[in-house]
């Protein structure tokens, strides 16, 4: 069966900080992966998504950036923290054709002092 | 574009009672639809989804769904809430594509 990975599963950081989270997926090949933040009472906000090794895309234009080093880890990173970025950092997968819903981790949650 | 709206930011129920959670979405052809739900500080969980066929979907811990085209909807139901189920509930379109469409989610409050 497949399962998937986050850690740290809470954080907290100082702004101006550098930020590394780890999502990885077992039991799965090729899977498209998404990073998306929940802000405290709203929904969820997609940040990155990748279809493939080395494909990532964008949604929302801010400091963080995604990698994806190997087919099943999907990385989210900073190299400055802002406040604006505390929150829930989901990472989830899905199957090639999206058909299936998506399955998404425990959530890491992030507090930027 | 494809958009989910819920309208209810909160529902509160009485243990025991019935349960309707609505999901409205706009989408120019037969989507996929589905729902999640969200217990505190945890992930989200996939409850059920519809593709196609019986418009009547069954889902995990007694919930259930019904897609109606005419109203554009995908609302949630369960006969009888336990005290479990309070959490947030989210509806989500998507069009056979990778990026579905995620309303702003409802959050259940369950009375004793």
């Known amino acids: 069966s497949q399962t998937i990975h986050q850690w740290p599963a809470t954080l907290v950081q100082p702004v101006g900080s550098p930020l590394s989270l780890e999502c990885t997926v077992e039991g799965t090949s090729n899977p498209n992966l998404y990073w998306y933040r929940q802000a405290a009472g709203r929904g969820l906000q997609l940040l990155f998504y990748?279809?493939?090794?080395?494909?990532i895309s964008s949604e929302v234009p801010q400091n963080l950036s995604a990698s994806r080093p190997q087919d099943r880890q999907f990385i989210l990173s900073s190299k400055k923290l802002l406040l604006s970025d505390s929150g829930f950092y989901l990472c989830a997968w899905s199957v090639l054709a999206g058909e299936g819903g998506q399955f998404f981790g425990p959530g890491t949650r992030l507090t930027v002092l | 574009a494809q958009s989910v709206t819920q309208p209810d930011i909160h529902i509160t129920v009485s243990e025991g009672a019935s349960l309707e959670l609505r999901c409205n979405y706009s989408?120019?052809?037969?989507?996929?639809l589905f729902w999640y739900v969200q217990s505190p500080g945890q992930g989200l969980q996939l409850l059920l989804k519809y593709f196609s066929g019986d418009t009547l979907v069954q889902g995990i811990k007694g919930f259930e769904a019904e897609f109606k085209r005419s109203q554009s909807s995908f609302n949630l139901r369960k006969p009888s809430v336990h005290w479990s189920d309070a959490a947030e509930y989210f509806c989500a379109v998507g069009e056979g594509s990778y990026i579905p469409t995620f309303g702003r989610g409802t959050s259940l409050i369950v009375h004793p």
């Open positions: 989408y120019g052809a037969t989507p996929y």
């Open positions: 990748s279809v493939g090794i080395g494909q």
